[in-house]
């Protein structure tokens, strides 16, 4: 089962930074904290991910809190094609292997 | 960076019958690798682990005799809907993690198969 919650929809402006947070409060300690986002019919693409500091790629920002129970993804100026699902997951199971999506945040980015 | 492939990316059967979806790791070789099944509007729900060489780890609620895996080599799993009935209309996904890349980044998707079952 999924390890995060995350609203269930967004808006963002265009050219505007995109807040995406997600709470995963039952995190244990050797756990990733990974985004990835799903454009219509197309299969899920990696962003970020994360164990404690804050990361930086060229796609995103993510924000760990101190306590590690959440997390913000960013998009620092989001365009049209950011428009997407972006899912939040915990690594999980007994392998660390497997990934289970929560239901994720629909971005909707308004021009 | 790794790239999965999968193939079809549609197809359509007719009820009762069966088809394969394959699942390619082309530049990197996938001891793991995982299949999803994505109704409209929801989530990716996990199905089953693929294991290169032995059997397939299936889910809580999902029949391995209707969901066939086979993993025989580094590079390729693929997943046969037996008898494919009009509810198994969904869309399927394959991950596989490269595990040359010793953090955990590495999972990487195909793009999906569209299965219409009519």
């Known amino acids: 089962d999924a390890k995060t919650t995350q609203p269930t929809s967004m808006d963002c402006a265009e050219g505007r930074a995109a807040n995406l947070p997600c709470n995963h409060s039952t995190i244990s300690g050797n756990e990733y904290v990974y985004w990835y986002r799903q454009i219509h019919s197309q299969g899920p693409q990696y962003i970020i991910h994360?164990?404690?500091n804050n990361e930086t790629n060229e796609m995103a920002s993510l924000i760990i809190t101190e306590d590690r129970k959440s997390s913000t993804l960013i998009l620092p100026h989001a365009t049209l094609r950011d428009t997407a699902v972006y899912y939040c997951i915990v690594r999980v199971g007994n392998t660390g292997n497997q990934f289970y999506f929560g239901t994720g945040t629909s971005l909707t980015v308004i021009p | 960076g790794a790239v999965v492939s999968q193939h079809p990316s549609r197809v359509i059967c007719k009820s009762g019958t069966s088809v394969k979806i394959e699942c390619r790791s082309l530049d990197f070789q996938a001891t793991t690798m995982f299949w999803y099944r994505q109704f409209p509007k929801k989530s990716l729900m996990l199905m089953a682990t693929s294991n290169e060489g032995s059997k397939a780890t299936y889910e809580q609620g999902v029949e391995k005799d209707k969901f066939l895996i086979n993993h025989a080599s580094l590079t390729l799993s693929t997943l046969t809907v037996t008898s494919a009935h009009p509810e198994d209309s969904s869309f399927y996904i394959c991950?596989?993690?490269?595990?040359?890349?010793?953090?955990?980044?590495?999972?990487?998707f195909g793009s999906g198969t569209r299965l219409t079952v009519v």
């Open positions: 991950s596989a993690r490269d595990l040359r890349d010793g953090t955990n980044y590495g999972y990487t």
């Open positions: 994360g164990l404690k």
